[in-house]
């Protein structure tokens, strides 16, 4: 559940900023997979891949984190 709200939030603002799975995965140093597995909710991003999606969106770790 909780890695799904993660992942609309990522897909919502990658979409916002512009960027196709392929060159935000790029971006990030992961599989466009990987990021989809994200994406869906099937897999949560460990912290440090938080820090780098919110970095490269250019929006603060607490904009990204799902409003409970």
Known sequence: MEAEK???RI????KLKGYTQEG?????????????EIERGNR???EELLFKIASSLKIS????????
């Open 6 to 8: 993660w992942g609309r």
């Open 11 to 14: 897909r919502a603002y990658r």
């Open 24 to 36: 935000f995965s790029k971006e990030l140093g992961i599989s466009v997979s990987i990021l989809g």
């Open 44 to 46: 949560m991003p460990t």
């Open 61 to 68: 770790l607490e904009e990204l984190a799902p409003k409970e």
